[in-house]
Structures are given as structure tokens and as C-alpha cells.
């Protein structure tokens, strides 16, 4: 199995940064393409970022292309999200997610994730 720990959220305010980190643990070279989703209130849970299982190019949601940044350190089994220019609506709990060699289906979708983490809250004030 695959443990997933999300750290860095909290409350800030609009315009701020912020960088999420999420720790992976025990069977992590079962871990391929890994993403960050978010769930607002009432809503669904929604794809923000992935980035393959080398690193290199990232994919993102258009609601937070040209301000979030995705990374991983593979040394260190970690995921980052770095957030700029945050906006009230970018409030949400923030999930780290991990594929598996057997995982089918799209980067975007919350179905092709079976490893998440406990999340980790992100508030943004006006």
C-alpha cells in the first residue's frame, strides 16, 4: 500500500503564495502519475495538477494554469504544489493523489487515482 500526507495548507490571503507538500510512504515505486485535486464546500471534487512518474512536464486545470506549479522530488518521495497569486476561490481542501502501474483512464479524473492522502486545507480570504 501507498500512505499519502499532505502539509502546507492554511489561511492566507488573496494575491498570497503558498506551497503544499504531500509525503509519500511504503510501496512508492508502486506509485506512477500523481496529481492534486480540491473540493470546495458542496461541490465535487475537481482536478487542479499531475506530473508523470519522472517529473518533467505538468498538466493542469485552466482555473489555475500560469499560477500553480506542480513538482516531485522522487529522492524524497514528495509531491509540491507551489500556489501564487491565490484567490477566494481557490478555497478548498487539497487532496495528493498517486496512480498505479495498473491504473487505467485519465489524468483527470479522480477514478484513476486508487492512493489518496487525508487533505489538507487551503483558505483564501478577500
Known amino acids: 500500500q501507498v500512505q499519502l500526507v499532505e502539509s502546507g495548507g492554511g489561511l492566507v490571503q488573496a494575491g498570497d503564495s503558498l506551497r503544499l507538500s504531500c509525503t509519500a510512504s511504503?510501496?512508492?515505486?508502486?506509485?506512477?502519475?500523481m496529481g492534486w485535486f480540491r473540493q470546495a464546500p458542496g461541490k465535487e471534487r475537481e482536478f487542479v495538477a499531475a506530473?508523470?512518474?519522472?517529473?518533467?512536464?505538468?498538466y493542469y486545470a485552466d482555473s489555475v494554469k500560469g499560477r500553480f506549479a506542480i513538482s516531485r522530488d522522487n529522492a524524497k518521495n514528495t509531491l509540491y504544489l507551489q500556489m501564487a497569486s491565490l484567490k477566494p476561490e481557490d478555497t478548498a481542501e487539497y487532496y495528493c493523489?498517486?496512480?498505479?502501474?495498473?491504473?487505467?483512464?485519465?489524468?483527470?479524473?479522480?477514478?484513476?487515482?486508487?492512493?489518496w492522502g487525508q487533505g489538507t486545507q487551503v483558505t483564501v480570504s478577500s
Open positions: 506530473i508523470g512518474r519522472i517529473g518533467g512536464t505538468g
Open positions: 511504503g510501496r512508492t515505486s508502486r506509485m506512477y502519475t
Open positions: 493523489a498517486a496512480t498505479s502501474p495498473d491504473s487505467s483512464g485519465s489524468l483527470y479524473s479522480t477514478a484513476s487515482y486508487p492512493y
